[in-house]
């Protein structure tokens, strides 16, 4: 079994920044992936950013210039970082990682419970 257990959500003004952590724990092979994702109510959840082992990083468009990345693969932690933040990104923030159990298992996407970001006017 893995557990993907998150923090640092919280009330914010527009403008301010918030650091979101995220931490897996568990039967863990290896990680393929990392990323956060964030559901508004009433929308679809979307991807915020997400990391591969390969080493690259994408961003959402909304998010690009604001948010940053940062992950550890062999802590299999992964944070992010908010600043300028915006009421738009008032949401549920999830983690999600992608992850091995074994050399003989497949790709599973293990999620948080999620963690709330509101931002205020």
């Known amino acids: 079994q893995v557990q993907v257990v998150e923090s640092g959500g919280g009330l914010v003004q527009a403008g301010g920044s918030l650091r979101l952590s995220c931490a897996a724990s568990g039967r863990i092979f290896s990680i393929n992936a990392m990323g956060w994702y964030r559901q508004a109510p009433g929308k679809q959840r979307e991807l915020v950013a997400l990391s591969t082992s390969g080493g690259t990083t994408n961003y959402a468009d909304s998010v690009k210039g604001r948010f940053t990345l940062s992950g550890d693969y062999v802590k299999n932690t992964l944070y992010l970082e908010m600043n300028s933040l915006k009421p738009e990104d008032t949401a549920v923030y999830y983690c999600?990682?992608?992850?091995?159990?074994?050399?003989?298992?497949?790709?599973?996407?293990?999620w948080g419970q999620g963690t709330q970001v509101t931002v205020s006017s």
């Open positions: 999600k990682h992608t992850i091995r159990s074994s050399s003989l298992s497949p790709r599973d996407d293990y």
